[in-house]
């Protein structure tokens, strides 16, 4: 039965009466909440006046309840910790749709509280009134709406639970106006028992060893590991089944930074625009080890032809997410550090030599590469923020070409240092995502890399920045087009180039408007001293604009729906006209 401790730091307030909107305030200190993510308005105010008297708690506003959201998440992946949200109701909640379900695709905890008119006029279409709990109960892990003050406590710290245990997601707590100003005695649950969810977080043994048998007969073994290693803080143990087992690693796009890309059993990300070698290494291998990883779409291509060779097993905490997209032969329910502590007593080292000789030989034939020339690519950009920090940062993509590339061709060597929205593809997710995880850590630097179309989203951000002195690297990759959709275009639809050129602002200015130094870099010369300026830069975020090629693609690319037998390589790169001869070819992870 699980139960959920509280430190009871607000002790010597238990019996006191209070409104709703302290109990609210009192609750969030009871769950060591550091950071909240809102914008007030009629049906929060005296949430907001709460908040001035009775916590140390930093609030930050954001310019648009999604950029709240997108902070939260970002907090929350960088951190571990929940993130938290605050909004208004109608529009205000409304607003935080988009965020809520990028964080329910991706498993990452936050809990949204959202005002609500007074329950008399709840169905009457009063000012500001909308259904946020029925709007979004399919995008939740659990939502409720406050009926009466006396459980606001009790599903408070439900909510923080239910939103951090098991597989994690966003909780959403809906809150009249009037069930706030009502006042009752403030106790705080000191333990959470709730029937109906029990999560399971001890492997089954006879699983384990199952596995583990499954694994010791093994020949050509891959771990294909997910976000899930990382939620579980489980990328030491890891690291130790893959070395104890000589077994090659490849990492979705979530779990990039579980497993060092400087090991040489590292074979970067796999799936539709993974590494070469990694996706022929899954097609041929005999035992497919999933861990924390949910066979995503972008992973498995044609579901019946994945790694069709191999047994597989599957290690995940939600048994709901087991067998769902890909049959597999030892199916492993438990949280991931808990089992990979027991499975790695139990296997026993491989013989792997001839496996891992044939994976270096194709990552020697099919390395992930680019060309420089005059003009100024995304990948060399990328790749130098790689090689100037060494993998010493937290990077957080927006969605896009960029994005995969920095998956590609930055190095990962640490879990939570990159962030980025997965399952939604979140465009506008990057800058607000990057200010929550400033917010969270200041051990390693945060940098925001986003297109030019996603950053035109939530742009607003850079107020909330820029005012708070967040010492922010924000990276534009300006192409003038919608690139990921303008490279399926010019590949799947004859080039017919339908609404993706996009008519930019001078971002620079732009920048500069919001009080952020800013500098424009167009040519690859520039690239080392800017990156290197920008990182040692520390009187808060700093801006640069990469204006790259127009048209460039990313590859490998497994077209949707298809095999690896379809997997189009990286291709010599076609210069644009005026390239010169001297054009040189680089390589990267492999």
């Known amino acids: 039965m699980p139960h959920h401790k509280s430190q009871n730091p607000n002790q010597n307030h238990y019996g006191k009466v209070m409104t709703g909107s302290e109990i609210f305030v009192r609750c969030l200190i009871e769950e060591g909440v550091e950071v909240v993510f809102g914008y007030p308005g009629g049906a929060t105010i005296g949430i907001y006046d709460a908040l001035v008297d009775l916590s140390d708690i930093k609030h930050v506003l954001v310019r648009h309840e999604q950029g709240a959201t997108h902070a939260a998440e970002g907090y929350a992946k960088a951190t571990g910790k929940p993130g938290v949200v605050l909004v208004t109701s109608g529009p205000g909640a409304t607003n935080t749709v988009t965020g809520i379900a990028d964080a329910f695709m991706d498993s990452i905890p936050i809990v ?88 399971t977080v001890e492997g089954h043994m006879k699983q384990i060893k199952k596995a583990a048998d499954l694994i010791n007969a093994a020949r050509r073994p891959v771990l294909y590991v997910g976000g899930g290693v990382i939620q579980s803080n489980a990328a030491a143990e890891l690291t130790a089944l893959a070395e104890k087992l000589r077994c090659p690693v490849t990492t979705t796009l979530h779990g990039l930074g579980a497993f060092p890309e400087t090991n040489p059993l590292s074979m970067g990300m796999l799936g539709m625009h993974g590494t070469w070698y990694s996706n022929i290494a899954v ?35 939600d048994p709901a997410a087991i067998s769902k997209n890909v049959k597999v032969d030892v199916p492993l329910v438990g949280d991931v550090k808990r089992v990979l502590k027991k ?85 506008g997710f990057s800058l607000p995502a990057a200010m929550g995880a400033a917010f969270g850590r200041n051990d390693l630097p945060v940098v925001s890399i986003s297109g030019d179309g996603g950053f035109q989203m939530n742009a607003q951000e850079l107020a909330t920045i820029v005012e708070h002195k967040l010492p922010m690297k924000i990276f534009l990759i300006n192409n003038g087009f919608l690139g990921m959709v303008r490279q399926w275009q010019e590949l799947f639809w004859r080039r017919r180039y339908s609404h993706v050129e996009l008519y930019n602002p001078d971002f620079v200015r732009l920048a500069e408007a919001y009080g952020c130094p800013a500098s424009r870099v167009t040519r690859p010369q520039e690239v080392e001293e800017a990156i290197t300026r920008a990182m040692e830069y520390d009187r808060g975020p700093i801006f640069i604009e990469f204006a790259v090629a127009k048209e460039d693609n990313v590859y490998p690319m497994i077209p949707a729906g298809q095999t690896v037998k379809e997997m189009l390589d990286t291709p010599e790169p076609v210069e644009p006209e005026g390239e010169k001869a001297e054009d040189v070819l680089v390589l990267a992870k492999g």
């Open 112 to 199: 949204v509280f959202t005002g609500q008119v007074p329950l008399k006029l709840i169905g009457n279409d009063a000012f500001q009134e909308a259904d946020i709990v029925g709007i979004t109960r399919p995008i939740t892990k659990h939502n409720y709406l406050v009926k009466d003050v006396r459980d606001l406590a009790r599903i408070i710290k439900e909510a923080f639970y239910i939103a951090t245990t098991g597989r994690p997601g966003p909780v959403l707590v809906d809150l009249p106006k009037d069930v706030m100003a009502q006042k009752t005695a403030f106790e705080y649950p000191k333990t959470i028992y709730l029937r109906s969810y029990n999560p």
């Open 283 to 317: 097609n041929y291998c005999d035992v497919l080890i999933a861990v924390g990883a949910r066979f995503d779409d972008r992973v498995t291509g044609k579901v019946e032809a994945f790694a069709p060779e191999a047994k597989k097993v599957h290690i995940d905490i």
């Open 343 to 427: 499975l790695i007593d139990l296997v026993q080292p491989l013989k792997t030599e001839d496996w891992l000789k044939t994976i270096d030989q194709w990552k020697r034939e099919h390395p992930l590469r680019y060309k420089v020339g005059e003009s100024l690519r995304a990948q060399y950009v990328i790749h130098q923020l790689g090689e100037i920090t060494k993998g010493n940062a937290i990077v957080v993509t927006d969605v896009g070409q960029h994005q995969m590339w920095t998956a590609q061709f930055f190095k990962w060597v640490h879990p939570r240092s990159h962030i980025t929205s997965g399952g939604l593809g979140t465009m």
